[in-house]
């Protein structure tokens, strides 16, 4: 069997072209590469996130486009039996054209799309065209032939239509994203010729021994299932075998020999006291290699495989709350701590080109996260994508792409996701990170008012419709995880109580008794932080808050005449239609509004980050008998630069949100809830170790003295939550400054080393009560001895004289990761922090290293309000 990339030149391979139908435009592509991107890098159209250009790119997603190019074939590939084109991703509806023949018409941006040829080509001057037709004019065709307009979110923020499409919907506007929807061959094309059988795929199932019900597994069962593509009953005059090897972690290997009589072979083979995978924050995420030689008297195809051994449940029994929810990975009920991810661009291929997958990942793992959930409005993602996953242990809920609207019910759709779906479950089920297949976004949840926004107000069309949802989401989604992939679990919806028939939009989806939860009554409902204490959701699955861009990234959009939230362009990268609003409305409740426009940027994270973190402690305090078992935000990247609810933004800048989740997620946290002004601990370990602790406490005046002080040995065990007993602090009840002038600090201590675990604070009041002084922070900023080696470039030595609130680092024009920012300092402390500058070599071409101690400044909150 032969694979050639039709990027290769050794097929004398023309450049590929890209042209409008119109043909006044005609330039050289390098596939995969997308019309925007070819634009973008041919300046022939301006930066599509530049101050309002967003607006002028309509006629590139209404226009036509064709990709074409010629090749040459040598006759020893001519030669073979079968020879197949197969596209790995066309963007969307298209036509497909070899030597001038028609080979199909496609619409559907997820699929594979394979097809024989031989008969088709010839030695010399073969000739590929592929078609690209608007999928706005699509979308609108489709109204019309169907009758209803079918759409995603609110009226007018999106794109009519889209639903009819398989696309990524997000690229058609979203509350954070642009109208930029992209066409063309986003990932590879390849020839395949073949004159033998070969590996078409495999499935590693994974079944754990009866006695591996505790925690220690000693034996998991492989049953490795084999699908061979045959080739006119080739078996027929040779006998085929599988060589199989199995290499642990360890380089130890496993060898079997497998005689193949059928389409399908298989082999079962016992690993006793396997190496596990595990998510990062709880061991190492082990990984086996697989390797299949496919011979007969020689090696005719061969097929590797990077697999995890471990043994995944979702848990949702009945218990005094309703019914659980949650995950157990090697029979330990974790507790889920991460992100909603969305794409990494606007334009996906040209994000993977700039490394998106692995920074953005390496960005979740820094923070703690063991989990991300691949949110229904975008796509599946590519190979690498869960490859990062698997080596970095972090878990992914895979939504399938559909989120936020009513989905067509007609035949053709359904024949069309159908082989989708077979696609997307064979080539993503063996990656150990895989948690969880999840059917949809918020179609459930939000049925009433989106069948309002689509004025679907008949009954029996309705009906209809409902048909098609259960069809899709209970039935053949389901149906098919069971039969591909029976050790992923699958839920039908996000948020959800489960399977729910024709009782769609007549019942509670979003119970915070059974089943996930979203919760948005802190933002878009305008609640108070506090409003997610009375919302103990089993599993937290999306929730957030808004923030601005760092000024470094506004810059990349906005000219400084612009630098004000209400103006033109800055409204234009806000797509909340209520977002400027709610930013301000939060801040005004908690602060003082700043006068200078890079000040508010600052409050505005601060302020997102405060929310974040009440949600998520409040959780995380809330786990015995698995109340509450999860939290994902949304969201952790943007596609564009943006005002949004994520904490990384497009360009890979922290917000402070990202430094804070790396402390409220850390294994082990404590949260301080204050109740009628009396103080309750809560002492959270998701560690696998039982632990002797201290928790030291304080209270202040603003001046810095000390009014009352005390600690606490605890033993805690593993996996577990110790409520201390609520604290009064009667002498300070009625002091009518407890709000202005005190503040508590606290800490925890691991006492066998006496090292410090976690640290934080906690006010009485908001902050803007708080009569916070001048902490006179001081700073020394040290270039590291050997920064080639080291892991951090510069050292920054801060101290204070007084109490300093959200201590943040910054620099105006260098990239870069700190060990901790946006952190409190009480008076007369120290902290020594690490900074990573990113692609620190370019940086020390552009700069001299004293322009770069030189760009970095320490600054606090009260700096941000004077």
Not at 611 to 634: C, F
Request: net charge neutral; hydrophobic share 35%.
């Amino acid at each position: 069997m032969i694979f050639i990339s039709l990027n290769n030149k050794k097929l004398n391979l023309k450049n590929w072209a890209l042209r409008d139908h119109k043909d006044s435009i005609n330039i050289e592509v390098k596939i995969p590469e997308t019309v925007f991107e070819a634009l973008i890098n041919n300046k022939l159209i301006e930066d599509p996130f530049y101050g309002l250009n967003e607006d002028k790119m309509n006629w590139v997603y209404d226009s036509e486009w064709i990709y074409e190019t010629e090749f040459d074939l040598d006759k020893e590939f001519i030669d073979n039996s079968k020879i197949y084109i197969e596209f790995y991703g066309l963007d969307t509806i298209a036509d497909i054209y070899i030597n001038n023949k028609h080979i199909d018409s496609v619409k559907n941006m997820f699929r594979t799309h394979r097809y024989e040829v031989k008969a088709i080509l010839k030695e010399n001057s073969n000739r590929i065209e592929v078609h690209f037709h608007s999928p706005t004019e699509y979308a609108l065709n489709m109204i019309e032939e169907y009758g209803v307009k079918l759409n995603t979110g609110e009226p007018g923020r999106a794109i009519p239509g889209i639903p009819y499409l398989r696309k990524a919907q997000y690229s058609f506007g979203w509350d954070w994203g642009p109208i930029l929807p992209d066409i063309g061959i986003w990932k590879e094309v390849y020839l395949r010729a073949q004159d033998h059988p070969m590996i078409s795929s495999v499935y590693i199932n994974q079944e754990f021994d009866s006695k591996s019900n505790k925690e220690n597994i000693n034996q998991v069962n492989l049953e490795i299932k084999v699908e061979i593509e045959k080739l006119n009953d080739y078996t027929q005059v040779k006998e085929l075998y599988l060589l199989l090897n199995i290499e642990d972690p360890k380089k130890k290997l496993i060898r079997r020999k497998i005689k193949v009589e059928s389409q399908y072979a298989c082999s079962n083979i016992a690993i006793k006291n396997p190496k596990l995978w595990w998510t990062h924050d709880l061991g190492t995420p082990s990984l086996y290699n697989l390797e299949l030689k496919l011979k007969d008297n020689k090696i005719l195809d061969e097929y590797k495989l990077e697999f995890g051994i471990r043994k995944l449940e979702l848990i949702t029994d009945a218990d005094t709350f309703g019914e659980s929810f949650y995950f157990k990975l090697n029979n330990i009920p974790i507790f889920i701590k991460g992100a909603n991810w969305i794409p990494i661009d606007s334009f996906i291929t040209r994000g993977k080109k700039l490394g998106l997958y692995r920074k953005n990942l390496q960005h979740a793992k820094n923070a703690n996260m063991n989990m991300l959930r691949v949110w229904g409005g975008g796509i599946y993602e590519d190979n690498h994508f869960y490859e990062i996953c698997n080596n970095l242990g972090i878990l992914v809920w895979q939504d399938f792409p559909f989120a936020c609207a009513i989905y067509p019910k007609h035949e053709d759709f359904m024949k069309e996701v159908k082989p989708e779906f077979v696609d997307n479950i064979k080539r993503l089920r063996n990656h150990p990170s895989l948690a969880l297949w999840c059917g949809n976004n918020e179609i459930e949840y939000l049925w009433n008012w989106l069948k309002s926004s689509s004025k679907i107000s008949d009954d029996q069309i309705e009906n209809q419709y409902k048909e098609g949802y259960i069809a899709i989401f209970e039935e053949i989604i389901p149906k098919l995880i069971e039969k591909l992939d029976p050790n992923t679990p699958y839920w039908p919806s996000s948020p959800s109580n489960g399977f729910c028939g024709m009782n769609l939009g007549k019942i509670n989806s979003n119970s915070p008794d059974v089943g996930d939860s979203h919760y948005w009554s802190v933002w878009h409902g305008g609640k108070a932080f506090k409003a997610y204490r009375r919302f103990n959701s089993r599993f937290m699955s999306e929730f957030g808050f808004e923030s601005f861009p760092s000024i470094k990234t506004i810059k990349t959009f906005c000219p400084e005449d612009q630098y004000d939230i209400n103006s033109q362009i800055m409204e234009n990268h806000q797509k909340n239609d209520a977002g400027n609003d709610l930013i301000m409305k939060y801040i005004k409740k908690r602060y003082s509004i700043p006068i200078e426009f890079e000040k508010l940027l600052v409050l505005s994270q601060i302020t997102q980050a405060e929310a974040i973190e009440y949600g998520v402690k409040h959780w995380r305090s809330n786990k015995s008998d698995y109340r509450s078992m999860g939290a994902l935000y949304w969201q952790l990247n943007d596609c564009w630069p943006v005002a949004s609810w994520s904490s990384v933004d497009y360009y890979g800048r922290w917000k402070a949100l990202h430094y804070l989740a790396k402390r409220f997620y850390q294994p082990i946290i404590v949260d301080l809830h204050l109740k009628r002004n009396n103080l309750n601990f809560s002492i959270v370990n998701d560690s696998l170790e039982d632990l002797k602790l201290r928790l030291d406490w304080k209270i202040l005046r603003s001046n810095g003295s000390i009014i009352k002080k005390d600690y606490f040995n605890i033993l805690i065990n593993r996996l577990d939550v110790y409520q201390l007993k609520e604290i009064e602090i009667d002498n300070l009840k009625n002091t009518q400054d407890l709000k202005s002038d005190y503040i508590i600090f606290y800490e925890l201590s691991n006492k066998k080393d006496k090292n410090v675990i976690y640290k934080s604070y906690h006010l009485f009041g908001t902050p803007s009560e708080f009569a916070l002084k001048n902490p006179e922070l001081i700073y020394k900023i040290n270039a590291s001895k050997d920064s080639s080696i080291e892991k951090y470039n510069i050292w920054i030595d801060i101290s204070c004289k007084n109490i300093a609130l959200f201590t943040y680092i910054e620099s105006e024009y260098i990239d870069f990761i700190s060990t901790d920012n946006f952190f409190p300092l009480e008076p007369l402390e120290s902290r020594k922090i690490g900074i990573s500058i990113s692609d620190y070599h370019k940086v020390k071409e552009k700069y001299s290293l004293e322009e770069i101690r030189e760009s970095f400044k320490v600054c606090s909150f009260y700096d941000i309000i004077n």
